[in-house]
């Protein structure tokens, strides 16, 4: 007898656990600071529309490929298109994931440290530059950011092995509401500080002279990063779907509520860089040093900057759970392994990985491939490569090999519901997706 499929409880656990999968990391320290490299309005809008356009078809054309199929990322497409290359897409995916978890899971680790730092009144500094030394010290050390990697990993272990249901469904419903309700929190405190005018202006006000290809590109990236493409993950997701759940409206909301939540960590962190005076383009050290000295400047500023690094480490958790799910139900299912096992090898190759990207800051800072630290090297070839490369197959794969019919049956549930923009869907990861990601691989690839 055919085992029957786990399926998420409800329609909102699904629907939390996907917007946890998409609300991350990406959002809350990625996001603004492309928006702050790339010209903050301008940047805005044209994220917006790639996640409309793009992040969106993508979602669901993976959705179609997990709910169709009921499997993990490779066994769906072994299902689908039985004796063919396109598990490829698989592979890639689970790879993908398996080498974002070991980067991922080294801020996720940073963050625990901040925490920590916030409660005991020690994130404190007399200058950026102080800040900055601090941050530097910190990560490169041996012994306390791994540590953290290893206590971060085992909480995402204990999520992942508790299953589908009790573990990722039931987290994310009570982590990702407590989460919008510390943005909104967080966003009214920042609308209060002195100049927070100047901040929502840059990042409101679109100067469309900035819109360069540059700009373009960038937020294409961030957008398929963000909302969780291009790796299986949202195959793995949707696999867990029952049969009668509406897939257009659970993508829209997914991605509706990740752009809401990027938007709000815009309208908590410009308008406090802008009233500390500082350049909205600092990089990737905005959140961790920048924000950190721009709350020891407010009343209460430990507490701020606790609650905020307990919003990062929220997020970033229910994202990496994603990510464990991938790999671990390709484990679990292909190689027909128990869960508890599959779950146990992804946990513990993991945090090897994990340890050896946190090391690449200090001990193995001198290790470097094609010129950079093993970190940077994860990151760079999964955000840019993989996860354009998955994101681009799956869209052809979708949109040249399966019917439209088929496509079309499964998106409206066998025709009960509507889907008035099929057409348009069909015809995005027909040719419009394709095109234009290819573009950006090849622009990543310095090829265009
Ligand atoms: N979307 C997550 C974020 O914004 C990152 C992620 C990418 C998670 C791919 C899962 C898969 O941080």
Redesign the pocket.
Known sequence: MAQQRTTFNSKLGLIMASVG???????IWRFPCEAGEHGGGAFLIVYILCVMLLGLSVMLAEFFTGRASQKDAVGAFKILAPNTMWKIIGYNGVIA?FL?FGFYSVVSGWTLEYIYQSASGNLRADSVEEFTANFGKFTSDVFRPVLWVVIFTLITHIVVSSGVKKGIERSSKIMMPLLFVILIILGIRSLMLPNAVEGLKFFFNPDFGKINSAVILSALGQAF????VG?G?MITYASYFNKSINMPNTAVSVVALDTLVAVLAGIIIFPAVTSFNISPSQGPTLVFVTLPNIFQQMPFGDLWSFIFFVLLAIAALT?II??HEVVTAYLHEQYRMSRRKATAIVSLCGLALGIICSLSFGVLSHVKIFGVIIFDLLDFVTANLM?PAGGMLICIFAGWFISKKALKTELTNSGTIRFRLFAVFAFIIKYVAPVIIALVCLNQLGLF
């Open positions: 999968s998409a609300v991350g990391l990406g959002n994931a974002i990063f963000s909302v969780s790796m993950c994202s994603s990510l996860l």
